[in-house]
Structures are given as structure tokens and as C-alpha cells.
């Protein structure tokens, strides 16, 4: 039997994205997510082929969830097919700047980064021990949000803060969405016929969270996202950026914890705060065709906030080999593209319509031949997870 399915597991505070993929090709053998966990409605979705099935798993927790999955492997015959299961772990810190092996060693002190992201880290360690529980012969490999931005330097990474905050509190910018600009930054370079260390990109990765990149010789060296995923654009829910001397106002005047206003920046700011419709941007879409006024301003600040913060990380690259666009709005939200080039024109992007409408030519172009190059790219975090795993349980 070989060996070559990789089982990846993303696990969210109430949810779990699962899929089989052959690391060689990415193809992907089946793939699903379990929702709403602990509550009622929790169900289990998964397509094989072109089958989908939806069984309802009420009050299951993650580790139900993750127990059903692997009944579901079992029955298709593909659990004894894994070479192993690789975890989106959202928060490496400092210790861990590539995907990792894990051992009961460093699964220990990886659980000692959970304060630094207590919404992410703790659920996904929660899936590594119940996989841990479940299948105890089987490999795990962590891949981190991080890691691909340990090359930050000191100047994009340190906050203007007493420096002993960074030294003794890790009290720094780490970034995020690191698997899906390293993949968007390979794939780039192959489409161009670069090598990766001669290449200097800009990338949106737009989806529910959104944050941006600049990649210089192949290597993050500034992005938008920094202590927590809260900061820099705006997001579905979350605001990115603000004044942090909102927070005593909206304490007093509004008479919130902080607890609250982190709930108020996590949960109900970004497009869903400004539009006051949806956090989704095809609903926010179909508002602003019919003139709705709060969806056309949501889509504006959005745009916008993304041109600003790509201006502003446009300074650390020597050149811009391509700007691109990827996530779920970034691949197909044709008028956030192109307001974003707009803003851009300074730096002479100039779109081409008709490609923008087809979310690019064959290599993503959507900016006319005379225009600096901007790309579609669709990204593929659990393929980048899935080769991860599969070369360090190899070894
Ligand atoms: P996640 O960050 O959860 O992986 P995605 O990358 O799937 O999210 O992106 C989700 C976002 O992409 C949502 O705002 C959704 O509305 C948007 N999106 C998906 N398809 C389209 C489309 N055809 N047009 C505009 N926006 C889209």
C-alpha cells in the first residue's frame, strides 16, 4: 500500500476543515468540514468525487468531530493510505520558523505559545491530542502561520514600544497567512519562470481574514498582520488597524470590557460593521448593485485600506515583479481588483478590463501589457500543508 495521502486538519474555534490530498500532485481524494461544534447543529460535510454528504453530529466537540472523520476514512478505505496528518497551527512565535515534526517535546512547548494567540493555538493543539488519541502510530507535522515570516526584519517586526516588552513579553509583529504566500510566491515564480530567489512580489490574500505581504528575494520581509491577526486591513468581521486610543473611549463612553471591545474588533467590525449587512462579500455585492449606500462605503474602505497598506509595503522591495491577488475575494471579486489597482496608479498599474472580468489570462494577468504585472492566483494552503507533511515523515 503506498503511503502518499496526507489527511490535513484545520481546526477553528467551532469548526474543522479536513481533507485527503496526495502531496506529489495536490489532488485531493476527499475533503470536508465539521460545523457549529458544541452546539444543536453540529454537522459533518464531505465530497468524494463528485458525492457530497452532510451527517448531523449534534453537540459534538472537536474531538468527536475529528473521530467521526476518521470513521468516514475508514469506511472509504483511505486511513491506512496516510503517511501522516498535517495541522494548520496558527502561532509558531519565535521558537518555530518552519513546519515541524511533532514529538511530545515540542508538542509541550508549543502549548507554552497558546498566550500568545489564545483564540487559535489551544483548538489546534486540541486536534494534534485527539489525532495523538485516535491514530497514536500515525505522524503529525505542524505548519505554522507564521514561519514564512521570520524573515521580517527588526525594522517591520518591532512596534514602537519600550523594547523590553519585545525581550521579555514576545511583544512583536508576527504575521499570518504565512502558508499561503509561500505557496502564491512559489506559484508565482514557476508562472514566471523565475527562480524564487530573484523575485519580488506584493501579495492581497483577501478571504475572511485578509492581510497582505511583500516578498523580496523570495522571503516575507513586511506584512500587514502583526501581533494577532487583528491588525492591518480590514477584514470580514475584524476591523485591522485602529487608534489603540479608542479603547478607553469606547470603555467609557459605551461602558465595555476589554473583553467586550476585543468582540467588537474580532467579531462585529470590518465589512459586517460597516455594511451592517453581512460579513461575505458576494452578499455585500448584491447590496451595493441595487444602491445600497452602507454596502457601495464597505467595499470602498476595504479597497482602499489595501491599496494604502500595499503603498506602504511596497517600500521594502527593490522592484515589484507582480502584485497578486489571492484568497477568496482576491480570485474573484472583480471590483475590489480593480478599485485596488486604482488606488495603485501611482506605482503605473493600469488594468485590463476584459482579463479582471475573467479573473485573469492563463498566468493570472490582469493588468494591460504595458502595466506593471498583477496576477490572480488562486492559493492552496493544504497542499503547501500537505507537502510539508509528507517530506518530514519521510525522513
Ligand atoms: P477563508 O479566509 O475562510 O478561507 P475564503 O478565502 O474562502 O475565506 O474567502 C471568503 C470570502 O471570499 C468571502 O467574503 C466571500 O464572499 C468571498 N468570495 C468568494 N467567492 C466570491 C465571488 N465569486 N465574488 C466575490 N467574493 C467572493
Not at 519565535?94 to 515534526?101: G, P, Q, V
Request: aromatic letters at 6%; a negative charge; hydrophobic letters at 40%.
Amino acid at each position: 500500500m503506498d503511503h502518499d495521502n496526507t489527511l490535513v486538519l484545520n481546526c477553528g474555534s467551532s469548526s474543522l476543515k479536513f481533507a485527503v490530498l496526495k502531496a506529489a500532485s495536490g489532488h485531493s481524494v476527499i475533503q470536508g468540514l465539521a460545523e457549529r461544534l458544541n452546539s444543536p447543529q453540529a454537522s459533518l460535510t464531505f465530497t468524494i468525487g463528485d458525492q457530497k454528504q452532510t451527517l448531523s453530529i449534534p453537540d459534538h466537540n472537536h474531538q468527536q468531530a475529528i473521530a467521526a472523520v476518521i470513521e468516514v476514512l475508514k469506511q472509504e478505505q483511505l486511513l491506512t493510505t496516510l503517511c501522516g496528518v498535517g495541522h494548520r497551527v496558527v502561532h509558531g512565535g519565535e521558537a518555530f520558523s518552519e513546519s515541524l515534526l511533532i514529538t511530545s517535546e515540542n508538542l509541550e512547548q508549543l502549548t507554552q505559545l497558546n498566550q500568545l494567540a489564545p483564540l487559535h493555538n489551544p483548538v489546534n493543539i486540541l486536534g494534534i491530542k485527539a489525532i495523538n488519541a485516535l491514530l497514536p502510530d500515525l505522524p503529525q507535522v505542524a505548519v505554522f502561520d507564521t514561519a514564512f515570516h521570520h524573515s521580517l526584519p527588526e525594522a517591520a517586526y518591532l512596534y514602537g514600544l519600550p523594547y523590553e516588552l519585545y525581550q521579555q513579553h514576545g511583544v512583536r509583529r508576527y504575521g499570518f497567512h504565512g502558508t499561503s504566500y509561500r505557496y502564491v510566491a512559489a506559484e508565482a515564480a514557476r508562472r514566471l519562470d523565475k527562480k524564487q530567489d530573484d523575485c519580488h512580489f506584493l501579495i492581497a490574500h483577501l478571504g475572511n481574514g485578509c492581510s497582505a505581504c511583500a516578498v523580496r528575494n523570495g522571503k516575507s520581509v513586511d506584512t500587514s498582520m502583526g501581533f494577532t491577526p487583528l491588525e492591518g486591513l480590514t477584514m470580514g468581521t475584524r476591523s485591522g488597524d485602529i487608534d489603540p486610543g479608542l479603547m478607553p473611549f469606547l470603555s467609557e463612553r459605551l461602558n465595555l470590557s476589554i473583553q467586550d471591545i476585543m468582540d467588537v474588533l474580532n467579531k462585529q467590525s470590518g465589512l459586517l460593521g460597516l455594511s451592517g449587512i453581512s460579513n461575505d462579500m458576494r452578499e455585500i455585492q448584491q447590496a451595493a448593485q441595487t444602491g445600497d449606500i452602507r454596502a457601495n462605503l464597505a467595499i470602498e474602505v476595504f479597497a482602499f485600506k489595501i491599496a494604502r497598506y500595499l503603498g506602504a509595503l511596497a517600500v521594502s522591495l527593490p522592484k515589484i515583479d507582480a502584485l497578486i491577488f489571492t484568497g477568496g475575494i482576491g480570485e474573484n471579486d472583480r471590483l475590489t481588483r480593480a478599485m485596488v489597482l486604482e488606488h495603485l496608479a501611482v506605482l503605473g498599474f493600469t488594468i485590463d478590463g476584459a482579463l479582471n472580468q475573467e479573473n485573469g489570462d492563463t498566468q493570472g494577468r490582469i493588468t494591460t501589457p504595458n502595466s506593471p504585472l498583477a496576477l490572480v492566483i488562486p492559493t492552496n494552503e493544504e497542499w503547501m500543508i500537505a507537502q510539508d507533511t509528507q517530506l518530514l515523515t519521510a525522513k
